[in-house]
Protein backbone atom coordinates (compact mmCIF):
# COMPACT_ATOMS: atom_id res chain seq x y z
CA UNK A 1 0.00 0.00 0.00
CA UNK A 2 1.11 3.63 -1.12
CA UNK A 3 0.76 6.36 0.88
CA UNK A 4 -0.45 8.12 -1.93
CA UNK A 5 -3.71 5.36 -2.77
CA UNK A 6 -6.95 6.73 -2.44
CA UNK A 7 -8.70 4.70 0.30
CA UNK A 8 -11.90 4.31 2.04
CA UNK A 9 -11.61 2.17 5.42
CA UNK A 10 -9.88 1.78 8.30
CA UNK A 11 -5.72 1.11 7.77
CA UNK A 12 -5.78 -1.64 10.00
CA UNK A 13 -8.78 -3.60 8.37
CA UNK A 14 -8.31 -7.25 8.77
CA UNK A 15 -8.78 -7.30 4.62
CA UNK A 16 -7.83 -4.61 1.71
CA UNK A 17 -9.89 -4.55 -1.63
CA UNK A 18 -7.73 -2.87 -4.28
CA UNK A 19 -9.49 -2.17 -7.50
CA UNK A 20 -7.76 -1.14 -10.94
CA UNK A 21 -10.40 0.60 -13.08
CA UNK A 22 -11.11 2.58 -15.86
CA UNK A 23 -13.99 5.11 -15.37
CA UNK A 24 -15.33 4.83 -18.62
CA UNK A 25 -15.41 0.46 -19.02
CA UNK A 26 -18.73 -0.72 -18.98
CA UNK A 27 -17.24 -4.04 -16.52
CA UNK A 28 -16.09 -1.44 -13.94
CA UNK A 29 -19.47 0.29 -13.96
CA UNK A 30 -21.08 -2.28 -13.11
CA UNK A 31 -18.52 -3.62 -10.61
CA UNK A 32 -18.87 0.16 -8.63
CA UNK A 33 -22.66 -0.35 -7.22
CA UNK A 34 -21.12 -3.90 -6.13
CA UNK A 35 -18.40 -3.01 -4.51
CA UNK A 36 -20.08 0.00 -2.89
CA UNK A 37 -22.51 -2.77 -1.51
CA UNK A 38 -19.92 -5.22 0.37
CA UNK A 39 -17.68 -2.42 1.38
CA UNK A 40 -21.07 -1.46 3.30
CA UNK A 41 -21.63 -5.00 3.84
CA UNK A 42 -18.29 -5.57 5.39
CA UNK A 43 -17.80 -1.97 7.33
CA UNK A 44 -14.44 -1.30 9.32
CA UNK A 45 -13.18 -4.90 8.43
CA UNK A 46 -12.62 -3.86 4.93
CA UNK A 47 -10.22 -1.09 3.26
CA UNK A 48 -10.76 -0.28 0.02
CA UNK A 49 -8.45 1.10 -2.40
CA UNK A 50 -8.89 2.62 -6.44
CA UNK A 51 -5.90 2.56 -8.55
CA UNK A 52 -6.26 4.19 -11.98
CA UNK A 53 -5.57 1.80 -15.17
CA UNK A 54 -7.37 3.98 -17.64
CA UNK A 55 -7.72 1.32 -21.25
CA UNK A 56 -7.20 4.45 -23.72
CA UNK A 57 -7.39 2.38 -26.68
CA UNK A 58 -10.64 1.45 -26.54
CA UNK A 59 -11.26 4.22 -24.12
CA UNK A 60 -10.92 7.76 -25.26
CA UNK A 61 -12.34 9.06 -22.17
CA UNK A 62 -10.63 7.59 -19.23
CA UNK A 63 -7.10 9.00 -18.35
CA UNK A 64 -9.18 12.70 -19.02
CA UNK A 65 -11.84 11.11 -16.09
CA UNK A 66 -8.90 9.69 -14.29
CA UNK A 67 -6.93 13.16 -14.31
CA UNK A 68 -10.28 14.81 -13.01
CA UNK A 69 -10.80 12.70 -10.71
CA UNK A 70 -7.11 13.52 -9.36
CA UNK A 71 -7.54 17.13 -9.80
CA UNK A 72 -10.44 16.82 -7.90
CA UNK A 73 -9.03 14.96 -5.26
CA UNK A 74 -6.46 18.07 -4.91
CA UNK A 75 -9.22 19.76 -3.60
CA UNK A 76 -10.45 17.21 -1.08
CA UNK A 77 -12.70 15.58 -3.06
CA UNK A 78 -11.16 12.55 -4.61
CA UNK A 79 -14.18 10.30 -3.71
CA UNK A 80 -16.83 12.31 -4.92
CA UNK A 81 -15.85 12.75 -8.10
CA UNK A 82 -14.74 9.08 -8.52
CA UNK A 83 -18.75 8.42 -7.71
CA UNK A 84 -20.22 11.08 -9.89
CA UNK A 85 -17.78 9.46 -12.99
CA UNK A 86 -18.93 6.06 -12.58
CA UNK A 87 -22.82 7.58 -11.98
CA UNK A 88 -22.40 9.66 -15.27
CA UNK A 89 -19.91 7.22 -17.83
CA UNK A 90 -21.72 8.14 -20.47
CA UNK A 91 -20.57 11.91 -20.20
CA UNK A 92 -17.15 11.82 -19.65
CA UNK A 93 -15.86 14.17 -22.57
CA UNK A 94 -14.02 17.33 -21.20
CA UNK A 95 -17.20 19.22 -20.56
CA UNK A 96 -18.63 17.33 -18.82
CA UNK A 97 -15.45 17.01 -16.53
CA UNK A 98 -15.62 20.85 -16.06
CA UNK A 99 -19.83 20.62 -15.28
CA UNK A 100 -19.45 17.77 -12.87
CA UNK A 101 -16.32 19.86 -10.66
CA UNK A 102 -19.28 22.76 -10.61
CA UNK A 103 -21.84 20.36 -9.27
CA UNK A 104 -19.10 19.32 -6.58
CA UNK A 105 -18.59 23.08 -5.75
CA UNK A 106 -14.74 22.39 -6.75
CA UNK A 107 -12.60 25.63 -7.74
CA UNK A 108 -13.37 25.13 -11.72
CA UNK A 109 -10.79 27.44 -12.62
CA UNK A 110 -7.91 25.79 -10.66
CA UNK A 111 -9.19 22.34 -12.13
CA UNK A 112 -9.79 23.25 -15.47
CA UNK A 113 -6.10 24.45 -15.22
CA UNK A 114 -5.26 21.09 -13.85
CA UNK A 115 -6.47 19.72 -16.62
CA UNK A 116 -4.96 21.47 -19.30
CA UNK A 117 -1.60 20.97 -18.07
CA UNK A 118 -2.31 17.26 -17.33
CA UNK A 119 -1.16 18.23 -13.47
CA UNK A 120 -2.40 14.83 -12.90
CA UNK A 121 -1.17 12.30 -15.80
CA UNK A 122 2.45 11.07 -14.13
CA UNK A 123 0.33 10.39 -10.92
CA UNK A 124 -2.20 8.49 -13.12
CA UNK A 125 0.71 6.61 -15.34
CA UNK A 126 2.14 5.49 -11.66
CA UNK A 127 -1.02 3.81 -11.21
CA UNK A 128 -1.16 2.43 -14.46
CA UNK A 129 2.12 1.24 -14.37
CA UNK A 130 1.87 -0.16 -10.70
CA UNK A 131 -1.20 -2.56 -12.43
CA UNK A 132 0.72 -3.86 -15.87
CA UNK A 133 3.80 -4.38 -13.38
CA UNK A 134 0.45 -6.57 -11.10
CA UNK A 135 -0.51 -8.22 -14.07
CA UNK A 136 -3.62 -6.11 -14.75
CA UNK A 137 -4.74 -6.36 -18.32
CA UNK A 138 -8.17 -5.18 -18.14
CA UNK A 139 -10.59 -3.75 -15.84
CA UNK A 140 -11.88 -3.95 -13.13
CA UNK A 141 -9.00 -6.24 -11.48
CA UNK A 142 -9.34 -6.98 -8.27
CA UNK A 143 -6.89 -7.47 -5.49
CA UNK A 144 -7.83 -8.90 -1.71
CA UNK A 145 -4.94 -9.25 0.85
CA UNK A 146 -2.02 -8.18 -2.19
CA UNK A 147 -3.48 -11.39 -4.29
CA UNK A 148 -5.26 -10.97 -7.57
CA UNK A 149 -9.05 -12.15 -7.29
CA UNK A 150 -9.83 -13.95 -10.40
CA UNK A 151 -13.01 -15.20 -9.27
CA UNK A 152 -16.75 -14.12 -9.85
CA UNK A 153 -17.01 -10.39 -8.65
CA UNK A 154 -21.20 -10.46 -7.87
CA UNK A 155 -21.84 -9.40 -4.95
CA UNK A 156 -22.25 -12.70 -3.17
CA UNK A 157 -18.93 -14.23 -4.59
CA UNK A 158 -16.82 -11.25 -3.57
CA UNK A 159 -18.31 -10.48 -0.27
CA UNK A 160 -17.47 -14.98 0.44
CA UNK A 161 -14.08 -13.72 -0.84
CA UNK A 162 -13.30 -11.19 1.05
CA UNK A 163 -14.64 -12.51 4.77
CA UNK A 164 -12.99 -15.71 3.82
CA UNK A 165 -9.82 -13.26 3.55
CA UNK A 166 -10.88 -11.70 6.94
CA UNK A 167 -11.51 -15.14 8.32
CA UNK A 168 -15.27 -14.30 8.48
CA UNK A 169 -17.72 -17.28 8.82
CA UNK A 170 -20.49 -16.38 6.10
Request: glycine share 8%; charged share 25%.
Amino acid sequence: MSSRDHTLGPEDAPVTLVEYGDYQCPYCGMAYPIVNAVREEMGDDLRFVFRHFPITTIHPYAEGAAEAAEAAGAQGEFWEMHDWLFEHQDSLAPNDLVEAAGVLDLDVDRFVADLAQHHFAPRVREDFMSGVRSGVNGTPTLFINGLRHDGEWDEDSLLAALRQAAGVRA
